[in-house]
């Protein structure tokens, strides 16, 4: 009996040298990804994916001068998921990572990407970059809280950019750039909300108007608005003369968000379903969509449309806009362009066209109209597609 136990002690201490060995020679891991992408949690096998650094994910096909985007108009530029993005006059644009505030580049016409900061900061929420690309705002949670903080890509001796950047004073929100470049924000204050404007080039902070409310939001350059959910009556408000005139009073819910030459405002009519308005100029058309209005742009062709991204039967039947903000509900988008007089309405692609179900989190367009970015709020990839389907450079 002893000699048995003898025997089996030897193979099972021979069997563990063994393992031991092996593990030590051929199972090490090469990386720390290595061993991160072996813990597929939810059960089953995880997709390896494979974003190659300095190439775009797809390949972008040119013919006879024109960009082609393959089987149909949408064209995925990244896995990483992205907190904002903005064009670099029309062939380049520029992207955030979610989460690290990490700064890419791509080139459309080479079709590559470069890392251009890598300047790490946690938790980058959002980000918002100044039409030329050079700044960016980015709202970062800390301890529950959102601060912003102003940042621009400076490059230094050796040719190297390196973000240069600050946090707005404490209680800052609703960040976002002028024309000329300089940063406009709000700040809540025992006595309502300051608008202030930011000078990055002269780093000067300049009081522009107090307000005696609290609990608002931007629709910049020239709107403010009420916190919007369903529980509360929302109200816009015009500050560009230097005060606080009232624009519309909206039912629970309001939402808004600019245009080149107005504001657009989603509210219940009649206290029970939705409808989406263009204000310009003190007059307010009705949309042939109802839209979220973050889910708008302008197309730069014309002021007198603007390109939405739409759902309307989803729209209708959630909490308005509580279930969309909070994740509780998805909608699967498609693309308009809609006249901001209320005249009609382009579908601008077929079903066909459509390869997944898009959730549009935000749009923004070059200068010429003719292309767009936006986040698919599902993963929070970024999308690229063009009008027309070809685009000449």
């Given at each position: ?89 029309t062939t380049t644009l ?254 601008l692609f077929p079903a ?42």
């Amino acid at each position: 009996m002893k000699k048995i136990l003898i025997i089996s002690s030897v193979v099972v201490v021979t069997l563990l040298l063994l393992i031991f060995v092996y593990i030590l020679f051929f199972g090490t891991p090469k990386s720390v990804q290595d061993v991160f992408t072996n813990f597929n949690i939810g059960g089953g096998a995880g997709p390896v994916i494979t974003d190659t650094p300095g190439t775009v994910i797809d390949t972008l096909t040119e013919t006879e001068g024109f960009l082609s985007f393959g089987d149909g108009p949408f064209f995925k530029l990244t896995t990483r998921p992205v907190a904002g993005m903005g064009f670099v006059g029309t062939t380049t644009l520029r992207y955030a990572e979610l989460g690290t505030g990490h700064i890419y580049e791509i080139d459309l016409e080479e079709q590559s990407e470069s890392l251009i900061s890598s300047r790490t900061f946690q938790k980058v929420r959002s980000a918002t970059f100044s039409t030329e690309g050079s700044s960016v705002i980015f709202e970062i949670e800390k301890e529950n809280v959102m601060e912003s903080l102003v940042g621009s890509l400076v490059k230094s001796d050796t040719g190297e950019n390196t973000l240069n950047a600050i946090f707005l004073p404490e209680g800052s929100h609703d960040a976002g750039f002028t024309e000329e470049g300089t940063v406009l924000y709000l700040q809540t204050v025992s006595t309502g909300t300051e608008v202030h404007e930011y000078d990055q080039a002269e780093a000067v902070d300049t009081l522009v108007l107090s307000l005696p409310h609290q609990r608002l939001r931007a629709a910049w350059p020239s709107h403010v608005y009420t916190t919007p959910t369903a529980q509360l009556s929302g109200y816009v408000y015009d500050i560009s003369a230097g005060s606080i005139d009232y624009v519309r009073e909206g039912g629970m819910g309001l939402t808004a968000y600019p245009f080149d030459s107005g504001v657009i405002v989603t509210t219940p009519e009649d206290t029970v379903d939705l409808a989406s308005y263009a204000i310009q100029e003190g007059v307010s058309y009705v949309l042939p969509k109802t839209v979220v209005p973050e889910k708008c742009t302008d197309t730069h062709q014309a002021t007198t449309t603007i390109l939405c991204a739409v759902d309307t039967d989803t729209l209708h039947e959630i909490t308005y806009p509580d279930d969309w903000y909070k994740g509780k509900e998805s909608f699967t988008d498609t693309f308009w362009t809609l006249p901001i007089d209320g005249q009609g309405g382009l579908d601008l692609f077929p079903a066909s066209d459509y390869i997944r179900d898009f959730d549009v989190l935000n749009i923004v367009g070059d200068a010429t109209g003719n292309l767009y970015l936006f986040i698919d709020k599902n993963d929070n990839s970024l999308w690229l597609f063009g009008l027309p389907l070809r685009v000449t450079f």
